[in-house]
DNA sequence: TTAAGATGTAACTAAGTAGTTAGTTGCAAA
DNA sequence: TTTGCAACTAACTACTTAGTTACATCTTAA
């Protein structure tokens, strides 16, 4: 029992109209709150670190609720690391390239890719965990398909639009040129407290950051450019 | 009864002039022996995953031994931090870009620092780690300023060469320039599990990080050219 | 009102886990 | 042989933690 349970309490709808509502209190709230609970802490404190107690106060129940509705610890951290790429997935639809011209649209693409990261650490945390355990949740995650990022399609039309204009040049590989951007903004936003130590740069300042997006975007655009 | 009992039989060796032996046997080795396990133990399970008794085992030592050099669980973890950095370092010395012509030096690097990232996959796993402490690790060690890569100073000489010779453009701050080098293989390097499940695209093959290395020097030295 | 199932809680247990302690062993100098 | 000491060890302690259990309370339907 990986995940669901859905909808365990309503099950008399039998008869009449009647709002369903479940016996004492809210059991789908309830694990709402503990997915998002995991979340954190899972992200904050890693798989071997966090704990369950802490998950359980700060989601305001019980500990036996989590086991109840999420079996077990491994369970409860393979559910929050899928909730956490459908939330970041989620984020990335809203990312309207298409309609942009090819060179504004990569910058664009740039820019929400930095932004993202930085919107968003925890997501970064558990992408960290979850390589450290050497994708052993991820790997047996049923409906990873869906998990495919919704950038990609959106790239792909963007760099065949650049290329039927005369901008780009041909056979732009999209994942890679994706992971390229992402590797740009990834290493210093997850390397954010060792990099200053290493080389004296405070990569997360916001002035850095900009810098080193300009002068990201001139290098992807004269990579990309036919 | 952990494991080892060194030589429980041979009790009097008393006789003559011997090369002076420690007492039941070597406490500077047992030292590099529990380094050496605990650097691994962390690499492979984090800082809460790591378990003394696993690095005891692995050292051929004895738990109390561990406590009596290195204090508690975290100043071990902070000593291996720093090994694995002075070692890392160490690798990086070996490199001699300054005889090379500028373009080539470039090339060496990049490729060089692919190689240093696949080779020691333990070191990104560190970071990680590190990172996920927020560094708390590393911002306290004392000595940080020989962590200092030694890659910066070849780099700066590089580029300046390469800057008087009039093949690169003025002003490329040798610090950034590694960060953005560092950025491209420390992504798909280190996120290689979860990387192929949302793009389908198998980082870990050599065929994928040939190319992507070839593409990067391109991207690069492009950047790079006045 | 009551039955029955859904929802919630505190207390408990079994298995770890970091760190300590009291003692043993091996070596070399006196 | 004796003594001093560093290296080493087994067993133990105090505490934490994932997971369980026995029980209480709430909601709805009959």
Same mark, same amino acid.
């Given at each position: 029992m990986t995940e669901p349970m859905i909808e365990p309490a309503n099950n008399k709808k039998k008869a009449k109209a009647?709002?369903? =509502?479940?016996? /004492?209190?809210?059991? $789908?709230? @309830?694990?709402k709150n503990i997915l998002s609970a995991a979340m954190h802490e899972f992200a904050e404190y890693g798989d071997s670190g966090a704990r369950i107690d802490r998950i359980a106060a700060r989601a305001n129940a019980n500990k036996s609720l989590i086991f109840r509705y999420f079996s077990n610890k491994e369970a409860l951290?393979?559910?929050?690391?899928? $909730? /956490?790429?459908?939330?970041?997935r989620m984020g990335e639809e809203e990312l309207e *390239? $298409?309609?942009l011209e090819p060179y504004e649209a990569i910058r664009k693409l740039m820019r929400f890719t930095m932004e993202h990261y930085l919107k968003s650490p925890w997501f970064l945390r558990l992408l960290a965990t979850e390589n450290l355990r050497r994708g052993q949740t991820i790997e047996n995650m049923e409906g990873i398909a869906g998990l495919q990022s919704p950038l990609i399609t959106q790239l792909t039309k963007v760099l065949k639009r650049g290329e039927e204009m005369g901008l780009f040049r041909e056979n732009v590989n999209p994942?890679? !040129?994706?992971?390229?951007?992402?590797? *740009?903004?990834?290493f210093p936003i997850s390397n954010?407290? @060792? !990099?200053p130590v290493v080389f004296g740069v405070d990569v997360g300042s916001s002035e850095w950051l900009e810098q080193h997006l300009r002068s990201s975007e001139r290098m992807i655009? /004269?990579? *990309?450019? =036919?």
């Open positions: 009647k709002v369903v =509502k479940r016996a /004492a209190g809210n059991a $789908e709230q @309830t694990k951290y393979a559910s929050a690391l899928k $909730e /956490a790429y459908r939330q970041i *390239l $298409e309609q994942s890679n !040129l994706y992971i390229i951007i992402a590797s *740009l903004f990834y954010v407290y @060792t !990099l655009l /004269a990579h *990309l450019k =036919k």
